[in-house]
């Protein structure tokens, strides 16, 4: 089974650049099974309803997302009522929204599953300890990780943690494709982080100036997304099988 997953999409920009490409990613790749990371999509921070229509109507079938699942609060007049958007599944005590889908592709039970790391991150829920409770009722299934987190070791150790359990983890949340993609020993495929969607010209999606700003003040300055320029979109192909997983990373500038 063939899978493509599309990092996160930063700002209008972002979607435009989904609208753009992906229908032509699909119809070169043909994958069974295409995922978005939207967490960024409106204004680079969050996500309304008709952001997560325009994506799922240029060819996503789901829409993860992470730590900035919450940012607009229009969020909440549509989570429930989808199962199409997920959320981080390790958020604690009673949470609007959905973790996991669980998909009939071709036969085959496919649950996909968003998780958000911890480290120097909100101390939220064990991610860890989330895919093990998720385990124990899904391990007939094969199951796909968003994994949304902020450092490298973090996500390496996810991966490794879950070798042979899932069959493939990819990192999300910080922007920039990592040239690390690979299979573990017991079959997992694995990337540190897939990369973004959106503007080329700005840092990470935002307004360069603004950030440059910031480090030369160290005082805060509103981020906004940088809406001109040249545009990206970094995904992965990742191919699924019984045993062994492969993955490639590739993108698209322009
Ligand atoms: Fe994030
Ligand atoms: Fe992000």
Not at 105 to 125: C, F, H, R, S, Y
Request: aromatic letters at 8%.
């Amino acid at each position: 089974m063939r899978l493509l997953f599309v990092g996160d999409v930063v700002g209008n920009i972002g979607i435009k650049t989904v609208e753009t490409y992906l229908k032509q990613l699909k119809s070169e790749l043909s994958p069974q099974l295409t995922i978005v990371n939207g967490e960024n999509a409106n204004g680079g921070k969050g996500i309304k309803e008709e952001d997560f229509k325009r994506i799922l109507n240029s060819g996503a079938d789901l829409v993860t997302s992470g730590n900035h699942i919450w940012d607009k609060r229009e969020v909440l007049d549509f989570i429930d009522d989808t199962t199409n958007m997920l959320r981080p599944l390790n958020y604690p005590g009673d949470v609007p929204g959905h973790g996991f889908k669980t998909i009939n592709v071709n036969g085959q039970k496919v649950t996909v599953l968003n998780l958000q790391g911890t480290a120097m991150m909100q101390p939220i829920d064990n991610p860890f300890y989330a895919f093990d409770d998720l385990y124990k009722e899904h391990s007939d299934e094969w199951i796909f990780v968003d994994f949304h987190a902020e450092t490298t070791s973090e996500k390496i150790a996810f991966g490794q943690y879950v070798d042979g359990r899932a069959k493939a983890v990819v990192g999300t949340h910080t922007h920039v494709q990592t040239n690390d993609a690979q299979t573990f020993p017991k079959g997992t495929a694995f990337i540190t982080d897939v990369g973004m969607t959106g503007s080329l010209d700005g840092i990470l999606g935002v307004q360069s100036q603004r950030v440059i700003q910031r480090f030369l003040t160290q005082r805060p300055s509103k981020f906004d997304v940088e809406e001109a320029g040249r545009v990206q979109i970094n995904y992965v192909v990742v191919d699924i099988n019984d045993n062994k997983s492969t993955i490639k990373a590739d993108y698209i500038r322009s």
